[in-house]
T-cell receptor, first 118, second 111 residues
Framework: NAGVTQTPKFQVLKTGQSMTLQCAQD?????MYWYRQDPGMGLRLIYY???????DKGEVPNGYNVSRLNKREFSLRLESAAPSQTSVYFC?????????????????FGPGTRLLVL | RKEVEQDPGPFNVPEGATVAFNCTYS??????FFWYRQDCRKEPKLLMS???SGNEDGRFTAQLNRASQYISLLIRDSKLSDSATYLC????????????FGKGTRLSVIA
């Protein structure tokens, strides 16, 4: 039982390049999330998927797209990377996104992807 | 007012000390509350949920004060291994939005 896995662990991009961050969970969770974490800013929600087939914008969606490929997988795409997107990206999953209380809302995080855009 | 606010710290305490963190939240309709722990260069992990009656897990005690809209985390007999950032997390329960994470309070336990 691996929980939430993310690939790659590290990535260096040049401005304008594109890439896709992959995330998968094996806990049969309905909801998945993408966050970025920058020094002094805390975790900021980029996009989330409350259930398979749905996606919604979070606090900082500009410059990103997501795909909920199936119940297990949720990918994050940077179409044209910018230096401002240098960050640590975390994927998370939960049984339910909201209104479910503990334990449904508890989020489990992947180990993160460190992205540097030059 | 930000949805979830925490003192960023750092709190530097000696081993064996008792330390407490507070967190305030703005949405009075919030129903679910959590403390997460994040070690340096690692992902956040659930430390404990916070129930209305308060709850304890070993050296850790979490309490909720709905009237004043804050939650607290008390750590007794601090260990070096408690050094981490502690994130306060709240479920807004409005507009169907997911959990809101505070920016965290950094704790350093010193030998």
């Amino acid at each position: 039982n691996a929980g939430v896995t993310q690939t790659p662990k590290f990535q260096v991009l040049k401005t304008g390049q594109s890439m896709t961050l992959q995330c998968a969970q094996d806990m049969n969770h309905n909801s998945m999330y993408w966050y970025r974490q920058d020094p002094g800013m805390g975790l900021r929600l980029i996009y989330y998927s409350a259930s398979e087939g749905t996606t919604d914008k979070g606090e900082v969606p500009n410059g990103y797209n997501v795909s909920r490929l199936n119940k297990r997988e949720f990918s994050l795409r940077l179409e044209s990377a910018a230096p401002s997107q240098t960050s640590v990206y975390f994927c998370a999953s939960s049984e339910a996104p909201f209104s479910g209380g503990d334990p449904q809302e508890t989020q489990y995080f992947g180990p993160g992807t460190r992205l540097l855009v030059l | 007012r930000k949805e979830v606010e925490q003192d960023p710290g750092p709190f530097n305490v000696p081993e064996g000390a008792t330390v407490a963190f507070n967190c305030t939240y703005s949405n009075s309709a919030s129903q679910s509350f959590f403390w997460y722990r994040q070690d340096c260069r690692k992902e956040p992990k659930l430390l404990m949920s916070v129930y209305s009656s308060g709850n304890e897990d070993g050296r850790f005690t979490a309490q909720l004060n709905r009237a004043s809209q804050y939650i607290s985390l008390l750590i007794r007999d601090s260990k070096l291994s408690d050094s981490a950032t502690y994130l306060c997390v709240v479920s807004p329960y409005s507009g169907n939005t997911p959990l809101v994470f505070g920016k965290g309070t950094r704790l350093s336990v010193i030998a």
